[in-house]
């Protein structure tokens, strides 16, 4: 039996509509990427409920991170915090006597990550479906908890629809994170004595899902200036829309 299409399955949801669909559909068709993240990205869909909507597409597991308190430190040894970031993936538990390990991954179905998960693993990987925000906030809550990371509140790895790293850490974006760095000593100035230096302004106190918020609408307004500066190129002559589109799904 042919796999039913994600949008067909949401339309049948009564979660998205063949106009909204449609939209989705030609933003893909200009600017490349997964039709899930799109529709996600568009705010046509949540991501809790594209998460259900690819585990039935794809007959896969999906996993609520949000319950996931804890990782059992062997399994998550497992796969190496970077390596985890990179993929955004979030290893769960081991089966079959340690041979298999099952996978929270937000693209179960990337050849190319599964290949080098086992390479890395050196077991059977099975994947369960979780959100790319979803598998970001349980990495830092559950290495946080064990002091794995240096700052799990904020050096995470958000990605655009292409599967680009759009920031590692989020105080890059946090502008009071600036606070955080150690003041410069006052210069010193002529008797009778120098002046206290100023007051130092307080650190951020954000959330991680403050701070997460905070990029996402960051990556939004980006996006919309890169697409903003690729029409202009194309309208110019300097590529075609064929070659671009050939470029980004390399």
Same mark, same amino acid.
């Given at each position: 039996?042919?796999?039913?299409?994600?949008? +067909?399955?949401?339309?049948?949801?009564?979660?998205?509509?063949?106009?909204?669909?449609?939209?989705?559909?030609? &933003?893909?068709?200009?600017?490349?990427?997964?039709?899930?993240?799109?529709?996600?990205?568009?705010?046509?869909?949540?991501?809790?409920?594209?998460v259900?909507?690819?585990?039935?597409?794809?007959?896969?597991?999906?996993?609520?991170?949000?319950?996931?308190?804890m990782?059992?430190?062997?399994?998550?040894?497992?796969?190496?915090s970077?390596?985890?970031?990179?993929?955004?993936?979030?290893?769960?538990?081991?089966? =079959?006597?340690?041979?298999?390990?099952?996978?929270?991954?937000?693209?179960?179905?990337?050849?190319?990550?599964? =290949?080098?998960?086992?390479?890395?693993?050196?077991?059977?990987i099975?994947?369960?479906?979780?959100?790319?925000?979803?598998? $970001?906030? $349980?990495?830092?809550?559950?290495?946080?908890?064990?002091?794995?990371l &240096? %700052?799990? %509140?904020?050096?995470?790895?958000?990605?655009?629809?292409?599967g680009?790293?759009?920031?590692?850490?989020?105080? =890059?974006?946090?502008?009071?994170?600036?606070?955080?760095?150690?003041?410069?000593?006052?210069?010193?100035?002529?008797?009778?004595a120098?002046?206290?230096?100023?007051?130092?302004?307080?650190?951020?106190?954000g959330?991680?899902?403050?701070?997460?918020?905070?990029?996402? =609408?960051?990556?939004?307004?980006e996006?919309?200036?890169?697409?903003?500066?690729? +029409?202009?190129?194309?309208?110019?002559?300097?590529?075609?829309?064929? +070659?671009?589109?050939?470029?980004?799904?390399?």
């Amino acid at each position: 039996m042919a796999q039913i299409k994600l949008g +067909e399955l949401l339309i049948k949801a009564n979660v998205l509509q063949e106009s909204q669909l449609k939209a989705a559909l030609a &933003e893909q068709a200009k600017w490349g990427g997964k039709l899930g993240e799109i529709l996600v990205r568009m705010s046509l869909v949540s991501e809790d409920i594209l998460v259900r909507a690819l585990s039935k597409q794809l007959g896969m597991p999906a996993v609520n991170l949000d319950a996931v308190q804890m990782v059992q430190p062997h399994v998550k040894a497992k796969i190496p915090s970077q390596t985890a970031r990179d993929f955004s993936v979030l290893p769960l538990q081991l089966r =079959d006597d340690g041979k298999s390990l099952v996978v929270a991954m937000a693209d179960p179905l990337n050849v190319r990550m599964l =290949d080098e998960l086992r390479a890395v693993t050196k077991c059977r990987i099975i994947p369960n479906v979780a959100g790319r925000t979803s598998i $970001a906030r $349980a990495f830092a809550r559950i290495y946080e908890q064990n002091h794995e990371l &240096e %700052d799990a %509140d904020t050096n995470f790895k958000v990605v655009d629809a292409q599967g680009r790293t759009v920031v590692k850490n989020l105080k =890059d974006l946090d502008p009071a994170a600036v606070a955080t760095s150690p003041a410069r000593p006052p210069a010193a100035r002529p008797p009778p004595a120098p002046e206290p230096p100023a007051a130092r302004p307080a650190a951020s106190t954000g959330s991680p899902a403050e701070l997460l918020r905070s990029v996402e =609408d960051v990556q939004r307004k980006e996006v919309a200036a890169l697409k903003a500066m690729v +029409e202009l190129l194309i309208e110019k002559g300097v590529f075609s829309r064929e +070659e671009y589109l050939a470029k980004v799904k390399r």
